[in-house]
């Protein structure tokens, strides 16, 4: 309860991850981000990357793996979200491209010095986070 004696709403949030892929990181980058989510008492909604969503959601983490592309694959287009909120510890290609949209997200990391160094080329503030 708040102070006002009415429950406080929780955010609903968003995760957008490769959770269609098998590998480790793929995994432990989901994982991560949810129980990071439940510690803070927030519910995590896991977006179907295989599916569009209606979700109403007051923010979405996209992260994890090697998602930021040059544009053409369907698949990982569907990690471009224009209403994200934060990009955590994705994997960037050195010739990734049209990264505007990363502009109006509020946290944009990567999981090396080199790919923040290519998001910055693209005019992004990000940081490293591995």
Do not use: C, K
């Not at 569009?52 to 990982?76: H, S």
């Not at 502009?103 to 923040?116: P, Q």
């Amino acid at each position: 309860m708040n102070f006002s004696g009415r429950a406080a709403i929780q955010p609903r949030v968003g995760v957008s991850v490769d959770s269609v892929s098998r590998n480790t990181g793929d995994r432990a980058i989901r994982i991560a981000v949810e129980q990071e989510l439940s510690r803070r008492g927030i519910e995590p909604v896991l977006l179907n990357p295989l599916e569009p969503t209606d979700e109403e959601l007051d923010a979405v983490i996209v992260g994890g793996g090697d998602l930021i592309r040059p544009r053409g694959d369907a698949f990982y287009e569907r990690f471009r979200a224009p209403r994200g909120t934060i990009l955590n510890a994705a994997g960037v290609w050195e010739d990734a491209d049209e990264l505007d949209y990363l502009r109006n997200y509020s946290y944009v990391s990567a999981r090396s010095r080199a790919e923040v160094a290519i998001l910055e080329r693209h005019g992004i503030n990000a940081h490293v986070l591995p």
